[in-house]
């Protein structure tokens, strides 16, 4: 299959953007048309602010286990990470010719590779310009041909748009959990309420008795017509919770609902007790920019952001920049 060909089947596969599944398993119907035929792969999504994996899917057989393979990503020194290999021209590159064949330099290869059977690795990066958007590892037992890491290459541009796309139209047709409403009187007394609220807060609020926070929240917004905050709902999972002042000034309206995704890792950040300037340098970090990078983003000095990164280390109990990735990495997975 020519390259042109296996491109066009990709930009066909982007009419099918919200089943990340049914997407990488056609990609690797195209790949083992045009004749990469792996033993196994694995494939991400990534989100594109911290480079973390945030949905991954395999097919076939694949080496060593995956808490191996994210702390081998994010917190070992190796060759080809994805993370590297996304800000080169061409994201895609097999690890024998990344070590020009010598893969034993490699400890993804002498700890994962080599003892279940494997010969060679075959990565790819899907970036563009707005973000790493997603990744892929195809694994053989002979080495990867140049034709066939030349193709790998060739795609990367046309999956990273078919992924950031498919991530958009995903976003904009998904449709939030439903959440639920309370309305307290003056004395934060249950006026009425809906069976959701009810399910999000495990039946505390049938019975009358609410959550602390709700409290509090409440207390807020009669000062200041509104205000937001977190908590633990029945099932453990984030809630958030919005309060709005009603018209006779003691009564409040409760609105609670699922925390969105993107707000967790700020939450959890701010749980490690990070001021804002250290969550935007742990972000930073996350997506493997170095001190000069950061330094130059935010306007810092580089001793500055030594300082900061030392403070992160302490509030989270690491030492250093792999061992905070990789807590991260293995917790987003």
Not at 13 to 25: G, I, K, Q, T, V
Not at 65 to 77: P, S
Request: with cysteine; net charge negative.
């Amino acid at each position: 299959m020519r390259p042109e060909a296996a491109s066009d089947l990709v930009e066909r596969l982007a009419l099918e953007p919200a089943d990340p599944d049914r997407f990488f398993s056609a990609l690797l119907d195209v790949l083992e048309e045009a004749g990469t035929t792996p033993v196994g792969a694995c494939y991400h999504l990534t989100d594109p602010a911290t480079g973390l994996f945030t949905w991954t899917g395999v097919r076939g057989e694949l080496p060593g286990d995956f808490t191996a393979a994210v702390q081998n990503e994010y917190e070992q020194d190796d060759v080809a990470k994805y993370r590297e290999l996304a800000r080169r021209p061409r994201a895609a590159t097999s690890l024998l010719d990344e070590t020009e064949g010598r893969p034993e330099v490699s400890r993804r290869y002498r700890e994962q590779l080599r003892p279940d059977g494997f010969a060679d690795e075959l990565r790819l990066a899907f970036a563009d310009g707005y973000g790493r958007w997603g990744s892929m590892g195809l694994f053989a037992d002979r080495a990867f041909t140049a034709a066939e890491v030349d193709l790998a290459g060739r795609l990367v541009p046309v999956v990273a748009r078919a992924l950031r796309l498919g991530v958009a139209v995903a976003a904009a047709q998904s449709r939030p959990e439903p959440g639920g409403f309370i309305v307290l009187d003056g004395d934060d007394h249950v006026v009425t309420r809906d069976e959701r609220a009810g399910d999000l807060l495990g039946g505390e609020a049938e019975t009358g008795g609410l959550p602390g926070v709700l409290h509090v929240v409440a207390a807020a917004a009669r000062a200041e017509g509104r205000a937001t905050s977190s908590t633990l709902g029945a099932d453990g999972a984030w809630l958030e919770v919005e309060a709005s002042r009603l018209v006779d000034g003691a009564g409040v309206a409760l609105a609670v609902r699922p925390a969105p995704p993107p707000s967790l890792l700020e939450l959890r950040l701010r749980a490690a007790g990070l001021t804002g300037r250290e969550r935007e340098i742990a972000l930073a970090v996350l997506r493997g920019d170095d001190t000069k990078t950061i330094a130059g983003a935010l306007h810092l000095s580089p001793w500055t952001v030594q300082d900061h990164l030392k403070a992160i280390f302490e509030k989270t109990g690491v030492r250093s920049r792999r061992e905070f990735a990789g807590r991260w990495a293995l917790a987003a997975a």
